[in-house]
Structure formats: structure tokens, C-alpha cells
């Protein structure tokens, strides 16, 4: 027998959950795509964005994944020929700095663990070590989506200040965007890149780079940019089309608007933090119980180290995959995979497993989700000890 008849559930970190507002919004006729309505929503998407990337600088839009915005935010600072410093935390930063590598960037990798965060002594020694300030870019991932790690970015842009180095700050918040704190501006963040289908609770298809002033001069300092990347005319368009270089995005326009009404204002991005907090760690006070070694254990041991919107966790193999599959195919609720963290052909790739709780998530499906997870780890024998979600229950009462 199955339980997973009725609304199926899909926990996994990227693409989250839709709110039915965002889909009812999309469930509507064409629009003109000349005038009108969606010129003037189009212009408090860019408004709305910007209050949740915390930033007074630029926004250029895409049609396209979240790759798509790496692609753009490499094409508009670096040429062939330059050299950056990638801090690499996981999977994504990995992805990231192998895009700049393909474009003829000279890319100098700082790898840290898969299970600590960037380590900013050793980003402070090299950035002092480059006398000569050969590195134009330093990018980083805010949460690695791959390892659930927080990077600590506030303290990166005080590696970079310390040692007096102007290298573009460059970070990607795809993961982490209108889930956990980010603040482009305070924290001195040059370069942001963010998709729609994360915390922005919108489907994939859409993503973007925020700029400030100092990389929009470096964007000018370049001989030559691909013309549909440049994000010059996609911020400061002078006729609709350059938003998108082409035909406008219509109906994800429609779902973005609605949940940025949802997110910046009716709940309010402080709010939404707070509850991604709260949230994030009943999902941690539920493993730490659970926690055994040779059962299940957080990837990330220091809460303060750990993202909000993802949780990584790993198991002995083949556990990871075996709860996957119960939990779906038993209970209706869809676990992330283990992304990175061993080769598709490594038996070890079967004991990871991921939990996403960003964007629209209450109480109720993390608490559903986290109990589908002790069913599904009885079921399938992975050792754990009683009182998970006891504890999770614990951290939503005292809200
Ligand atoms: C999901 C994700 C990406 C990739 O986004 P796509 O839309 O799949 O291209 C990049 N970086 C991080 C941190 C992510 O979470």
C-alpha cells in the first residue's frame, strides 16, 4: 500500500514550492507587450527586487536559469585574459568559477571542506599575497546550496578592505535570496547573481545580477561585451524590449510580482527571515535528535555555519537514497539529492540526502516533512534516536 495520494510535496532545495497565488497569476490571458500594464509591473518588479537584495544599486534582468546570471555577471566584469580568486565551498562555487575558466578567465581556487564554511584567514593571506592586485574578482557563493554551508560575506568584504585589495566582490545568492539576512549594500557587495525559483518561490526561467556603481565602471572599462549578456540596456532600458533583449517573460512577470507582493509586502523581508529562521532550525533540532553515528548526521556541525534554506545530510549508503525513494514513493514527499559530494558512480553518492525548507514553507510542511522522514527512516532501518520531531515540535511551540 501507498500513502502518497493527494498534494504531493516536494522538499528539495531548488525549485521550491509555488505559492497558488503565483501559479493564479500566470493563468491569465497574453498581454500586450508593447504598453501598458506590463511595462509598469515590469518597473516595480526592479523596484521590489532591489528592496529584497537590499541594495540601491542596478538589477538586469533574464530569461534563463540561474547559470544564465553566472554567465551574465562574468561577461560584464572579466575578459579573457583576467584573473580572479574563487572561493570555493562546494558544488556551485565549483560551477561558477569553472564558467569563468571557459571564458578565458585565469581562475585561482581557495577550496575549502565540504563541511565548514570559507575561511576568511586564508582568503586575507591571499589577497595580501597578491601585491601586484591581479585579482579583479573574488566570487563566492553565500550558501552552497550542495553542502548547506553559510558563507560569512560582511566578513569577506572585511578580507578584501583589510588588505586594502579593489577587487570586484562577487557573490551568488540563488540559494539564499529573500531567505537568509543578505545585505548587498552594508555589506559592501559588489556583483549579486539570484534566481526565481528559490526563495523567490517563482518557476525556473528567470534570474538576475544586481550591480553596483564600481562594476558597472568596470562593465564600461571592457572592449567588448556580448551584446545579450551586456546588462547595460537590461537595467536602463530606453524602449521595454532591452529589459529582456527581446520578447518580455510575460506570465513569470505575472508569478514574480505576486510573490514579491508576497515577500517585500505583506509579509515583510525581515518576517520572511525570521520564519526561514525558525523553521530551519526546528529541521535541525529534529537531526541533532535523530543524530547517531552510522544513522544520520547534519553535514554542517555549527548551527551558526548552517543555511536557512537548505539542509544537508548524510547517512551510511545506501540510506541516503533508499529514505529518497520511501518517502516519495510511500508519503508523497520529494527529499534533494546529494549534490557533489561523491562521483554519480561512487557507491557513497547513495548516502547523502538534502532537505529544502526556503521560500514558501510554515510550520505545518516542515513538520509533515520532518515526520514523513522518521516514518521513512523506521521503514527503512536507518538507526536514529527517538524524539526528532518531539524537538521540532519543540522549536515551533515556543514561536
Ligand atoms: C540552484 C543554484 C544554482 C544553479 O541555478 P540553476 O537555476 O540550476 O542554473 C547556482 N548556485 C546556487 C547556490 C544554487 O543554489
Known amino acids: 500500500m501507498s500513502l502518497s495520494n493527494g498534494r504531493t510535496y516536494l522538499a528539495i532545495p531548488g525549485p521550491s514550492v509555488m505559492p497558488d497565488r503565483v501559479l493564479q497569476a500566470m493563468h491569465s490571458a497574453a498581454p500586450n507587450i508593447y504598453e501598458g500594464d506590463l511595462v509598469e509591473t515590469t518597473r516595480t518588479i526592479v523596484t521590489d527586487l532591489k528592496a529584497v537584495a537590499r541594495t540601491k544599486g542596478q538589477v538586469a534582468m533574464y530569461i534563463g536559469n540561474g547559470h544564465a546570471a553566472w554567465e551574465a555577471s562574468l561577461a560584464n566584469t572579466l575578459q579573457a585574459g583576467d584573473k580572479i580568486l574563487a572561493l570555493v565551498t562546494g558544488h556551485f562555487g565549483e ?41 579583479k574578482a573574488v566570487i563566492a557563493v553565500h550558501v552552497d546550496t550542495s553542502t548547506s554551508a553559510l558563507n560569512d560575506i560582511s566578513g569577506l568584504r572585511q578580507a578584501l578592505d583589510a588588505a586594502g585589495h579593489p577587487a570586484l566582490l562577487m557573490v551568488d545568492c540563488i540559494a539564499s535570496l529573500a531567505v537568509d539576512r543578505f545585505e548587498m549594500d552594508a555589506w559592501g557587495v559588489d556583483v549579486m547573481v539570484a534566481a526565481s525559483q528559490k526563495g523567490l518561490m517563482t518557476p525556473p526561467g528567470m534570474s538576475f545580477v544586481f550591480f553596483s556603481d564600481k562594476a558597472a565602471e568596470v562593465r564600461k572599462s571592457l572592449p567588448l561585451v556580448s551584446n545579450y549578456w551586456d546588462w547595460t540596456k537590461r537595467s536602463e532600458p530606453d524602449v521595454f524590449y532591452q529589459y529582456w533583449c527581446g520578447t518580455a517573460p510575460t506570465h513569470h512577470i505575472f508569478g514574480l510580482r505576486t510573490a514579491l507582493d508576497m515577500i517585500v509586502h505583506e509579509e515583510g523581508i525581515e518576517a520572511a527571515w525570521a520564519r526561514q529562521a525558525t523553521l530551519a532550525k526546528a529541521v535541525w533540532a529534529a537531526f541533532e535528535a535523530w543524530s547517531t553515528t552510522g544513522g544520520v548526521q547534519l553535514n554542517i556541525a555549527d548551527p551558526s555555519k548552517r543555511s536557512n534554506a537548505v539542509t544537508m545530510l548524510r547517512t551510511k549508503a545506501p540510506h541516503g537514497t533508499q529514505l529518497r525513494q520511501w518517502v516519495e514513493q510511500n508519503a508523497g514527499v520529494t527529499l534533494g539529492i546529494g549534490v557533489g559530494m561523491a562521483a554519480l558512480d561512487d557507491p557513497e553518492w547513495h548516502g547523502f540526502f538534502r532537505v529544502g525548507h526556503m521560500g514558501h514553507v510554515n510550520a505545518h510542511m516542515v513538520l509533515g516533512t520532518l515526520a514523513t522522514i522518521e516514518a521513512g527512516m523506521k521503514a527503512v532501518g536507518i538507526p536514529h534516536n527517538p524524539g526528532g520531531v518531539a524537538a521540532a515540535v519543540n522549536v515551533i511551540s515556543q514561536v
Request: proline share 0%; glycine share 4%.
Open 95 to 135: 560551477g561558477w568559477a569553472a564558467m569563468a575558466t571557459a571564458l578565458g578567465v585565469t581562475v585561482d581556487t581557495l577550496e575549502f571542506d565540504s563541511r565548514s564554511d570559507i575561511d576568511l584567514a586564508q582568503v586575507t593571506a591571499a589577497l595580501s599575497d597578491d601585491k601586484t592586485h591581479s585579482y
